[in-house]
Structures are given as C-alpha cells and as structure tokens.
T-cell receptor, first 114, second 110 residues
C-alpha cells in the first residue's frame, strides 16, 4: 500500500494523559499536513511541514499540541494533558511540490478522551 | 460569514439520478478547488482537483467552478449506491492550507 498511513487507528485515553500519533506520508511527498475533524464538520487545518520544517500552525493548536517531522519523513503529533474537547479524528495528508493543494489523506486516528 | 459554505443536506436520491452538490466561498485568495468523498469513519478521498473556472470531467463526475460568482459544484451522473458517502468541498491558495465545507451526506437508494 503506497498511500498515507496513520497509527494507531483508534486511541482511547483518560483525561490528563499524553498521546502520540504517527503519520507516514506517500514516499517522495515533501509536504505533510495535520487536520482535525469533529462529528458533522469538515477537517480543520492544524499545521504543516515542508520537508522537516514546520511552516505554519493554526491557532487551534494550543501549547498542549506539538508536531514533529524529523528528517522530513514520518511525522508525529503529540497531545499533552488531554481534555475531553480533544476527542476527534486526527487526519494526516501529504502532497508533492507545486501541486501542494492536491492533498491525499490517510485513514485518520480517532481519539476518544474519557 | 464562514469562508466556505456547503449545502448541508442530507440528500437522498434514487439509483441512476443526477446529483448536484454545491459550495460557495468568500475568500478571493482561493485558487484551487477540490472535492473529496468520505465514507463513514474513513479518511477523505480526493475525487476532483481543479484550479480554473469551467468544467472538469472524470468518468461520472463533473466539477464546475465559477470564480466570478465564487461558486463550485460537483455533478454525479448515473448515481450508484456505492456513491453513498459524505462529500466535502475544499479550497486552497498559495499557503497550502485547505479550508473545507461541512460536508453533504448523500444516500443513493437502490
């Protein structure tokens, strides 16, 4: 499978715990994006990387959220001290070069905070 | 006013019908227009990508963009039960941040 992959697919955690999600983009795609989607809404932009550089962060991304993309390959999104409002689907997408808006999404990680 | 407004649906049609899905937008900086299909509890799947006004056809799907009216549409011909999903419009510009509509839930009844 050469598409975007995300792990885990589901995560259930208790309020206050830290969680980390991983995204593996399509190989050779230099841009990687994180979005969050809640029930009945479209995905909302969180942050994006061009190679290993994090170029933009949404104000939705509070200080409890951090994302990395070491060596410009896979990316991780960590949420510290989770809150019930963090429950959502976290989606990763990747794109190549000048067609940056042609973004291909992974299956998502569904987070439930109890 | 939200940057992207999408007809909320839900939409229920018989198999074989022509389906029209629509979005309007307010941000003139949007240059690229996408339609994604999302099945329940899955990630969005890119269906159509265009950057110019006019029509783009791919099989049973036609994407239409009218930049002067800030209006985009997706038409599905000969709709099938397998087309039942949520359809999301998305728009982007030079900063590569996509802005999505809320989605329209489509059900095609056999």
């Amino acid at each position: 499978d050469t598409g975007v992959s995300q792990n885990p697919r589901h995560k259930i955690t208790k309020r206050g715990q830290n969680v980390t999600f991983r995204c593996d983009p399509i190989s050779e795609h230099n841009r990687l994006y994180w979005y969050r989607q809640t029930l009945g809404q479209g995905p909302e932009f969180l942050t994006y990387f061009q190679n290993e550089a994090q170029l933009e962060k949404s104000r939705l991304l509070s200080d409890r959220f951090s994302a990395e993309r070491p060596k410009g390959s896979f990316s991780t999104l960590e949420i510290q001290r989770t809150e019930q409002g963090d429950s959502a689907m976290y989606l990763c997408a990747s794109s190549l070069g000048v067609k940056g808006n042609e973004q291909f999404f992974g299956p998502g990680t569904r987070l439930t905070v109890l | 006013q939200k940057e992207v407004e999408q007809d909320p649906g839900p939409l229920s049609v018989p198999e074989g019908a022509i389906v029209s899905l629509n979005c309007t937008y307010s941000n003139s900086a949007f240059q690229y227009f996408m339609w994604y299909r999302q099945y329940s509890r899955k990630g969005p799947e890119l269906l159509m990508y265009t950057y110019s006004s006019g029509n783009k056809e791919d099989g049973r799907f036609t994407a239409q963009v009218d930049k002067s009216s800030k209006y985009i549409s997706l038409f599905i011909r000969d709709s099938q039960p397998s087309d039942s999903a949520t359809y999301l419009c998305a728009m982007g510009g030079s900063n590569y941040k996509l802005t999505f509509g809320k989605g329209t839930l489509l059900t095609v009844n056999p």
